[in-house]
């Protein structure tokens, strides 16, 4: 009867401890960090303003580049969240909306499209 009770209280700890094991893992791929302090003003960057765009010779190439870059504020990876084509003083500029996979945060970035 000991053996069973024991046997018994090692199965429900192993299934306990996989059904933590398995929250944890779900936690982490389903929400991102809240960032750890207050988010400082950015300088103004070569890209990240409208007055000083990137230069790129194709327009194939400019999510490949804004995937490229790390995030300005904490050095992380970024995905593309949105890609348009702006009408800026009588030029078009391709703007890349990029967000932080760690963190969230969001960024813009300017192309300007060179020899077309």
Known sequence: MIAV????????LAVALIVLLFRMLIGKSRSPRP??????????????????????????????????????????????????????ADELLRVVTTRCKQFGHEDRMYFRISGV
């Open 35 to 88: 960032p750890p302090e207050p988010l400082p003003e950015l300088p103004e960057e070569l890209g990240y303003v409208l007055a000083n765009p990137f230069e790129v010779t194709s327009p194939a190439v400019v999510e490949a580049r804004a995937k490229r870059l790390p995030c300005r504020r904490c050095d992380g990876s970024v995905r593309v969240e949105d890609h348009q084509i702006e009408k800026v």
């Open 5 to 12: 009770t024991g046997r018994l209280l090692m199965v429900v």
